[in-house]
Nanobody
Framework: QVQLVESGGGLVQPGGSLGLSCAASGSRFSIYAMGWYRQAPGKQRELVAVITSSGDSTNYADSVKGRFTISRDNAKNTVYLQMNSLKPEDTAVYYC???????????????WGQGTQVTVSS
């Protein structure tokens, strides 16, 4: 159904910045929300940030507040994650997720990208 492709991951030194992008395609219905999750080795996958198309509501994990910024371009069906002041503990595979509402608006479907590696190390 919906295909999500992440890009922008890589290696960065502590205190540096990195920007991630996630492009969605193939959605028959409007994407209600898009978000970023991350998972480090041996850790649970956790929410990083999420943004909704209606109202531009955003939510962030406490660990990234003030450092990360999520944004989206609905015309391009793309969500971005600007990461500043990166810390070693930010190292993880970052996954993009899209939530699509069904035609009746009472059902939703979640789709995941394949993930992109972010490594913060000196």
């Amino acid at each position: 159904q919906v295909q999500l492709v992440e890009s922008g991951g890589g290696l960065v030194q502590p205190g540096g910045s990195l920007g991630l992008s996630c492009a969605a395609s193939g959605s028959r219905f409007s994407i209600y929300a898009m978000g970023w999750y991350r998972q480090a080795p041996g850790k649970q996958r956790e929410l990083v940030a999420v943004i909704t198309s209606s109202g531009d509501s955003t939510n962030y994990a406490d660990s990234v507040k003030g450092r990360f910024t999520i944004s989206r371009d609905n015309a391009k069906n793309t969500v971005y994650l600007q990461m500043n002041s990166l810390k070693p503990e930010d190292t993880a595979v970052y996954y993009c997720k899209a939530r699509v509402l069904g035609p009746l608006g009472v059902t939703y479907y979640d789709y995941w990208g394949q993930g992109t590696q972010v490594t913060v190390s000196s």
